[in-house]
């Protein structure tokens, strides 16, 4: 009932940007937090990015200062924008959203199918 679809991912230079999308769609009543992880291979699933449905942000140690996470509640859209990109930042990144679904009572958790993410050197 509800789609999380990640784009705007691929392969960039270090040094370069890259804005990734992610839009839910379905029978969504509201939504709350919406977020970013990521996941290098060999490597656990970590937070990257999160913002409330007010637009208060908490980010990674690693990406503070270089990444920007935004969101169009109209669109239920969370965005991450990133820019000086490193190799260290190669991932699949995942998006998240907790929300209700219409004619349901409980928040739930969401997640995207994940988008690569390849930093060259």
């Known amino acids: 009932q509800v789609q999380l679809v990640e784009s705007g991912g691929g392969l960039v230079e270090a040094g370069g940007s890259l804005r990734l999308s992610c839009a839910a769609s379905?029978?969504?009543?509201?939504?709350?937090?919406m977020g970013w992880y990521r996941q290098a291979p060999g490597t656990q699933r970590e937070l990257v990015a999160t913002?409330?449905?007010?637009?208060?942000?908490n980010y990674a140690d690693s990406v503070k200062g270089r990444f920007t996470i935004s969101r169009d509640n109209a669109k239920n859209t969370v965005y991450l924008q990133m820019n000086n990109l490193g190799a260290e930042d190669t991932a699949v990144y995942y998006c998240?959203?907790?929300?209700?679904?219409?004619?349901?009572?409980?928040?739930?958790?969401?997640w995207g199918q994940g988008t690569q993410v390849t930093v060259s050197s």
């Open positions: 998240t959203a907790n929300l209700r679904l219409t004619q349901q009572l409980r928040w739930r958790n969401f």
């Open positions: 379905g029978s969504i009543f509201s939504v709350n937090g």
């Open positions: 913002i409330t449905s007010a637009g208060s942000t």
